[in-house]
Each structure stands twice: as structure tokens, then as C-alpha cells.
């Protein structure tokens, strides 16, 4: 199948500092990503959509200056949540959607997720 | 406005039991439908999808849908559940670009010996 990893898999930091969250496809090459945000008990929430080589899209409402996000190859997105405070701590999900159509163009496919405890 | 509503949090079945979880969706063009199951530690991995054609898709694990377009719904059964399906399902709708999903709170499934 398509595999989607994300690392690290949780990670705890100090109020005001920056974290860095991969996400990588292993078997297949993504046009597309995607970085959700899932809050306790809630749905998944898309932050943005990333393209490679180019800005990601923002949805409205998150800060473009606080999650920065970088797509620099076809096979990588990294989320940076940038000052990080305890309102940020979440569960981060990345997904992915093939370039071609053996692994299926039509559909996304997820990571694992990080768990981002800011304190 | 787009929303996907998944009325139960909690669902309780034993073992063997059939399931039936459900999921209503506005969207205000054609809905390309999915289910996605989330297990601890794993990422959603996707159960089934309905873009068009037979209203009763089939997926994996033994689990199939229902596209009702009168309803708004694309609920999810099983005839037989097994304790392995224990976990929190997600449904989603999205674009012909399968781009922007919207999905729903999800339900968590919760099953007795």
C-alpha cells in the first residue's frame, strides 16, 4: 500500500520555542500534502495544502507567520510551528495524495500523526 | 456550507453483532464520499470510496456503504463485527480534486467480547 510517515511521533518543547514535524511518503510520489490539526474528541481539521515547489494554501483562520510549511520535494513536507505556545499543543496529521494513478490519485493518504505537547 | 455530521461519539457492539455507523454530509456540489478507520498509533487508512455508479460500494475488511442522495448519508455497516475492528472511524467528503476533505467528528467503536 501507500505509506505515509511522520516524525517525530510526539514531541514535547518549551513555551516560545520552534518545532519541526516531517512528513514523508515512502513508496510513492505526492503531488499534493496536506497538514491537518485534530483537537481531543474533534474532527480533523485542514491547516493548509502544500504543492511542491511552490506556497503552501492556507486555510482561513490559521497563520501563515506561525505554521510554516515547506514542500521541497515530492516525497517531503515539514510543518514548522514557529514560537510555539501551549494553545499549539495538538495532534498534527499529515496526508498525502500520489502523483500517479497506480497508487490511487483519487484518495489521500495519512501519517501516523504527531503529538505536539507545548508547555 | 460544507459539514460532515457523524451523530454517534460512541458506538458499543459485541462481537459477531452487525454494525451500522452513520454519517450525513452538505456539500454543495458532487460529494465524493469516503470512510477512513483510525487505530492508535496508525494513520487513517481509508476503508472505501463512492465517486459515482453503484450506491453500495464494498471495501476492505468486510465493510461496505450506502450512498443515499435523498438522505444526504453514507453509512457504514458491517454484518459481523470482529473485536480487530475496534477503533475510530472517520467519515469524509471532498472535491473531484480530492483536495479539500471535510471530515467528521468520528465515532468510536467499541467492541465486548
Known amino acids: 500500500g501507500a505509506v505515509v510517515s511522520q516524525h517525530p511521533s510526539w514531541v514535547i518543547c518549551k513555551s516560545g520555542t520552534s518545532v519541526k514535524i516531517e512528513c514523508r511518503s515512502l513508496d510513492f510520489q505526492a503531488t499534493t500534502m496536506f497538514w491537518y490539526r485534530q483537537f481531543p474528541k474533534q474532527s480533523l481539521m485542514l491547516m493548509a495544502t502544500s504543492n511542491e515547489g511552490s506556497k503552501a494554501t492556507y486555510e482561513q483562520g490559521v497563520e501563515k507567520d506561525k505554521f510554516l510549511i515547506n514542500h521541497a520535494s515530492l516525497t517531503l513536507s515539514t510543518l514548522t510551528v514557529t514560537s510555539a505556545h501551549p494553545e499549539d499543543s495538538s495532534f498534527y496529521i499529515c496526508?498525502?495524495?500520489?502523483?500517479?494513478?497506480?497508487?490511487?490519485?483519487?484518495?489521500?493518504?495519512f501519517g501516523p500523526g504527531t503529538r505536539l505537547t507545548v508547555l | 456550507a460544507q459539514s460532515v455530521t457523524q451523530p454517534d461519539i460512541h458506538i458499543t457492539v459485541s462481537e459477531g453483532a452487525s454494525l451500522e455507523l452513520r454519517c450525513n454530509y452538505s456539500?454543495?456540489?458532487?460529494?465524493?464520499l469516503f470512510w477512513y478507520v483510525q487505530s492508535p498509533g496508525q494513520g487513517l487508512q481509508l476503508l472505501l470510496k463512492y465517486f459515482s455508479g453503484d450506491t453500495l460500494v464494498q471495501g476492505i475488511k468486510g465493510f461496505e456503504a450506502e450512498f443515499k442522495r435523498s438522505q444526504s448519508s453514507f453509512n457504514l455497516r458491517k454484518p459481523s463485527v470482529h473485536w480487530s475492528d475496534a477503533a475510530e472511524y472517520f467519515c469524509?467528503?471532498?472535491?473531484?480534486?480530492?483536495?479539500?476533505?471535510?471530515f467528521g467528528s468520528g465515532t468510536k467503536l467499541n467492541v465486548k467480547p
Open positions: 469524509a467528503v471532498g472535491p473531484y480534486n480530492f483536495n479539500k476533505f471535510y
Open positions: 456539500y454543495g456540489a458532487t460529494p465524493y
Open positions: 496526508s498525502a495524495r500520489p502523483l500517479g494513478p497506480d497508487k490511487g490519485s483519487d484518495t489521500q493518504y
